[in-house]
C-alpha cells in the first residue's frame, strides 16, 4: 500500500519561504507521476504543481508560476515543492499527490495516492 507522508508547512510571513516533502513508502516511487495540489476553505481542491517521473517535466499553475518549484528524488523517494515569495493567498493545505502513470496531470481525480495534508500559512 501507497503511503504518502507531507511535512515542510508551517506559519511564515507573506515574502517568505517554505519547502515542503513528500516522502514515499510503499510502493514504486521512481515510476509514479507526483502533483502538489493545495484546498483552502470553501475552495475546490486545485493544482499547484506536477512532475514526471523522470523530472524531466514539470508544469506550475499560473497561479505559483516563477515563484514554485517542483523537483524529486527518485533515490530518496521524495517530491518537493520549494515555495518562495509567499503571498496570504497561498494560505491553505498543502497535499503531495502520485499517479501510477508517470506523467504529469492537474485534475485531483486522475492521482491514485493521497498525502493527509499540510498546512501553510502565510501572514500579511
Known amino acids: 500500500q501507497v503511503q504518502l507522508v507531507e511535512s515542510g508547512g508551517g506559519l511564515v510571513q507573506a515574502g517568505g519561504s517554505l519547502r515542503l516533502s513528500c516522502a514515499a513508502s510503499?510502493?514504486?516511487?521512481?515510476?509514479?507521476?507526483m502533483g502538489w495540489f493545495r484546498q483552502s476553505p470553501g475552495k475546490e481542491r486545485a493544482f499547484v504543481a506536477g512532475?514526471?517521473?523522470?523530472?524531466?517535466?514539470?508544469y506550475c499553475s499560473d497561479s505559483v508560476k516563477g515563484r514554485f518549484t517542483i523537483s524529486r528524488d527518485n533515490a530518496k523517494n521524495t517530491v518537493y515543492l520549494q515555495m518562495n515569495s509567499l503571498k496570504p493567498e497561498d494560505t491553505a493545505v498543502y497535499y503531495c499527490a502520485g499517479r501510477d502513470s508517470g506523467s504529469v496531470r492537474q485534475l485531483p481525480s486522475e492521482y491514485d495516492y493521497w498525502g493527509q495534508g499540510t498546512q501553510v500559512t502565510v501572514s500579511s
Open positions: 512532475i514526471s517521473w523522470s523530472g524531466i517535466y514539470t
Open positions: 510503499g510502493g514504486t516511487f521512481r515510476n509514479y507521476g
